[in-house]
């Protein structure tokens, strides 16, 4: 990846805005899950005789079914959520000839699926048409390496293998693509098909509802899930409240939990290993629905929880920077070109230098925010040299200018010393003068001799006045909540499907471990569609 003259942002940095939402629905904060673990038709917990005892994983609380129930409905499959996974799951269930009802807690179809941006693919015909060859097993290869072979293989080629089918099954309901298939500027294979648009919200989240209506299914918006029905160690349905107050019972013969993982929970996200004071300083980009309501509504059947394995998607981010939404995207946008850049020096709590900070532009983006979770603070540590050859353009200058102006002494804190610097951070000064002596030391003789950092990102920070900025989150979502099995089916603490209940999407997402690789672009997306066909699918065998 190259610099350019008066731009020290890395090109895979230059779409990271773009998955805002382009409809406005992104939320600044974390909204708190309301009280949403299952029960049975009885009012007992499932939980009682299968949830874990591990100390580090929640434990369902016990609620009733409601007092009242002012509508009942009978289908085959409810689909809870009607994201990108929802989505897909209700146009299978219903092409497969099942009466489904589609249940979304938001006023309108799509969540965070209106932000994203493309699907992965391999061979179709649309990457033929374009010339287009990758070998299957390079990219499996890749991702089981990368994850140190804890993600599953099989899960990676049932995915691979299938994506152009996907595709064309899109097509075929409807769903538009500009055309383009590149590797998002930031992949290590040609695999993101650009939606039209560039956005879900255009080429993929209207055409899908339509499709699905147009096989009969139904969707009841505003109208969240509140618990699972469970007999007899089978999901039989949920229940459910709508706007105006009203407890719905669904009776169904399967339920698909596709509600978007956790995001949004600030309860449940410690069990992914988020320390606390990042969760509580973290931006947040995922919309407030994604509140982990499929997550405990498996939980409280005695679902197998694989948040201590969930990878996260979240970007270094410092807190002040105005968050870009809406085109052009500023290259300092949110603070990430200042942190991810490469060039600065980080330094942790103890005022030590912890990582080669050019991960973010030589290996992943979402890596510096993951490295940064052991610490109780992070900071990166820059000069006025700098921040004018980050600013060298007239449109950045402008933008950075006012960010600093906003944030000095909050967030972003500047003095003449590095000795004054460490007493407005609360950094112990030896540690913090030693580290940066170090540095430079290693930026003059063109070696990093403790991380390796590449030599061309070996800058010198000599020049006073010298800045910290305290490095927050950019928090996207969580992929992964659920234990699930090829078949999209959730399992129990035994590694066992319960019968009758499926996770699809960011519920059930099992194809990475703690960290979102990024090497294939879309394939989040990809395989959010391709588990909700899954989920569809399993669930039409066992009905029959």
Not at 198 to 215: F, I, R
Request: a negative charge.
């Amino acid at each position: 990846m190259v610099f350019q003259a008066g731009k020290m942002r890395p090109e895979s940095l230059m779409h990271v805005s773009r998955r805002s939402f382009l409809t406005g629905a992104a939320a600044l904060g974390i909204v708190a899950a309301g009280s949403l673990s299952g029960c049975t038709a009885g009012g007992g917990s499932a939980s009682d005789t299968n949830s874990s005892d591990s100390a580090n994983e929640d434990q369902a609380a016990e609620v009733s079914a409601p007092t009242t129930i002012d509508e009942t409905i009978d289908v085959d499959v409810v689909v809870v959520g009607a994201g990108i996974s929802g989505l897909s799951a209700a146009v299978q269930a219903s092409e497969n000839g099942l009466k489904t009802l589609v249940l979304e807690k938001g006023s309108e179809a799509g969540g965070n699926g209106v932000g994203t941006e493309g699907i992965f693919g391999v061979d179709s015909a649309i990457q033929k048409d374009l010339g287009i060859e990758i070998e299957p097993a390079d990219i499996i290869r890749t991702e089981l390496e990368e994850s140190q072979w804890r993600s599953s293989g099989a899960l990676w080629y049932d995915l691979v293998s299938n994506s152009a089918d996907n595709i064309e099954w899109l097509k075929t309901n409807g769903v538009e693509f500009s055309g383009v298939v590149d590797n998002y500027h930031t992949g290590l294979y040609e695999t993101m098909h650009w939606w039209k648009g560039d956005a879900g919200a255009v080429g993929y989240v209207p055409q899908m509802q339509t499709a699905a209506e147009k096989n009969g299914a139904e969707f009841r918006f505003s109208t969240p899930a509140t618990a699972l029905i469970f007999e007899e160690d089978t999901a039989k349905g949920v229940f459910a409240q709508d706007e105006e107050g009203k407890n719905i019972q669904v009776n169904a013969k399967a339920v698909i939990l596709c509600s978007g993982g956790i995001g949004a929970n600030a309860e449940l996200l410690p069990l992914t290993g988020m320390p606390q004071s990042m969760i509580e300083e973290m931006q947040v980009m995922c919309v407030p629905t994604v509140s982990g309501d499929g997550y405990n509504m498996a939980r409280s059947a005695g679902c197998k929880s694989n948040l201590n394995n969930a990878s996260i998607q979240a970007f270094c981010a410092i807190e002040g920077f105005p968050n870009d939404t809406e085109p052009p995207y500023s290259q300092l946008a949110c603070g990430m070109g200042l942190v991810n850049c490469g060039f600065a020096m980080w330094v942790d709590q103890d005022g030590m230098r912890f990582t080669d900070e050019s991960i973010g532009v030589n290996f992943n983006v979402a890596t510096p925010a993951v490295t940064c979770m052991g610490n109780r603070e992070s900071y990166v540590l820059f000069t006025q040299e700098f921040v004018d050859t980050l600013a060298a353009n007239p449109d950045d200058k402008e933008y950075l200018d006012s960010a600093m102006a906003a944030t000095l002494g909050k967030s972003v804190f500047e003095a003449e010393t590095i000795e004054e610097l460490a007493d407005m951070c609360s950094l112990p000064k030896d540690n913090l003068s030693e580290a940066l002596n170090m540095y430079n030391g290693f930026c003059e003789q063109g070696f990093d001799g403790q991380f390796g950092k590449p030599a061309e990102f070996l800058k010198t920070l000599s020049s006073p006045p010298y800045y910290a900025a305290k490095i927050s989150s950019l928090f996207i979502v969580v992929d992964g909540s659920i234990a699930t099995n090829i078949r999209a089916e959730v399992l129990n603490e035994n590694s066992m499907p319960i019968s009758g209940l499926y996770a699809a999407g960011l519920d059930g997402a099992m194809l990475w471990h703690n960290i979102y690789t990024q090497n294939m672009p879309g394939s989040c997306v990809g395989n959010n569609v391709h588990t909700g066909r899954v989920a569809a699918n399993s669930a039409k065998e066992y009905i029959g």
